[in-house]
């Protein structure tokens, strides 16, 4: 296919998933529409299995994850880290514990490629499905593992559609107890004020000042990003690939930021972000090439099962680890479908649950109080951060 049109079918697809997403809340995301339209599309022959090699596209795959994960760390804001540390700890038990937990129940049930494959994208996303699929690639795509990535790419896909509502259902009791206990005395509230949006706060000083805004140009901007994600990718070959690659940029990406190398949003402020994330995203949906309706079939179950032991042996292990923090079950529950979505669905979601419980514009601003920051740090450390380490460590036990 000519290589123009075949870059155009991909944009205006995931073009039209945006619209969607945006319409239903994100109900319907951009992932799952774009899944469910490349298969119709490859199945009845309207455009070629070659689309994404046609456009272009996976040629730059790879480094473009890199330059992406390196950006997920630059996101990374330490101080909410600290003042939410117990979040933070919840969240690496739900992934670590509940990973490994979820990991064993389901070998014996699902087989080891199956249960390896599911890790990662059911306790974070688009990054973990990249981070699998990548390791099949990297062991020569045998056919014993084709259906593994898919699993990993159908879960990532649908993820947000379980996650959302579930969150809502447990958040809605959250909310209900916060409201009960503000009203009769028994919970104490204080007006959170973000000093952040303060004009006349001091810039945090860091070991590399930052350049002149006349410097921050896209051209330097992604050079730098482009010089620790190449970093990162030599490190992970001195390790012999023992330590995973994009696990190396996550952690060089926070390492730069922190230092002032990076700027915080890299991609967004180089002006890369919208064709990069579109390339990301291919390196997932490149597997759906070779699926077959028969293929969709045999995994239904597969992935009814994932999703059922996934989900289970994240909340067993939020709700003994948060009665330690004396959180409640519906807060621990609810921030343990925050690895089902990320931000801004942990936005969403919190600001949607403190809008439609509250009766008092007091009892809206708690609840938001109490919910949001947990959700929001519960999303970036479970999706983000400790999901793509996990993952790199899981698929070392394919086992082709």
């Known amino acids: 296919m000519d290589g123009m049109l075949a870059l155009t079918i991909v944009c205006v697809i995931f073009a039209i998933g945006d619209w969607i997403s945006d319409r239903t809340h994100a109900i319907i995301p951009v992932l799952l529409f774009a899944s469910i339209t490349f298969l119709i599309l490859f199945w009845s022959g309207l455009v070629p299995t070659t689309l994404f090699t046609d456009a272009g596209l996976m040629q730059i795959s790879t480094m473009m994850t890199g330059l992406f994960i390196v950006n997920m760390g630059t996101l990374l804001d330490l101080k909410s880290f600290i003042d939410q540390w117990k979040v933070v700890v919840l969240g690496l038990a739900i992934v670590i514990v509940g990973g490994i937990l979820m ?8 087989g080891n490629n199956f249960a390896v494959a599911l890790v990662g994208p059911i306790t974070g996303g688009w990054v973990s499905a990249v981070v699998v699929n990548d390791a099949i690639t990297a062991m020569g795509s045998p056919d014993t593992l084709k259906l593994a990535g898919v699993l990993a790419t159908i879960i990532v896909a649908v993820q947000g559609i379980i996650g959302y509502p579930l969150a809502s259902l447990f958040l809605r009791g959250e909310a209900r107890r916060l409201r009960k206990g503000y009203n009769d005395g028994s919970i104490k509230w204080e007006r959170i004020v973000f000093e952040e949006t303060a004009t006349d ?9 930052a350049l002149p805004e006349k410097y921050q140009t896209s051209f330097i901007l992604l050079a730098k990003s482009c010089i620790v994600s190449l970093l990162s990718f030599w490190l992970s070959d001195l390790t012999g690939g023992a330590i995973h690659k994009y696990v190396i940029c996550l952690i060089l990406g926070v390492v730069a930021q922190e230092i002032g190398f990076l700027e915080h949003d890299v991609m967004k402020k ?13 390196s997932i949906l490149v597997f759906l090439t070779a699926v077959t309706p028969q293929d969709v079939a045999s995994l239904l179950p597969v992935v009814i099962g994932a999703f059922i032991i996934g989900i289970l042996s994240m909340f067993v292990i939020a709700v003994v680890v948060g009665k330690i923090f004396h959180y409640s079950w519906q807060l621990c529950c609810g921030m343990a479908c925050s690895c089902l979505f990320g931000f801004p669905g942990t936005y969403v979601v919190s600001t949607e649950v403190a809008k439609t419980i509250a009766t008092t514009e007091d009892e809206e601003q708690m609840i938001l ?14 999706l983000t951060i400790t999901s793509v380490l996990i993952t790199g460590v899981f698929v070392n036990y394919f086992v082709a």
Request: net charge positive; glycine share 6%.
């Open 103 to 110: 990991f064993f129940v389901s070998r014996p049930i699902l």
């Open 201 to 209: 706060k001091p810039a945090k000083k860091k070991l590399i000042p």
């Open 270 to 282: 180089s002006n890369c972000y919208g064709i990069g994330l579109i390339v990301c995203m291919v």
């Open 369 to 382: 109080d109490n919910i949001l920051p947990k959700m929001l740090v519960a999303g970036f450390i479970c």
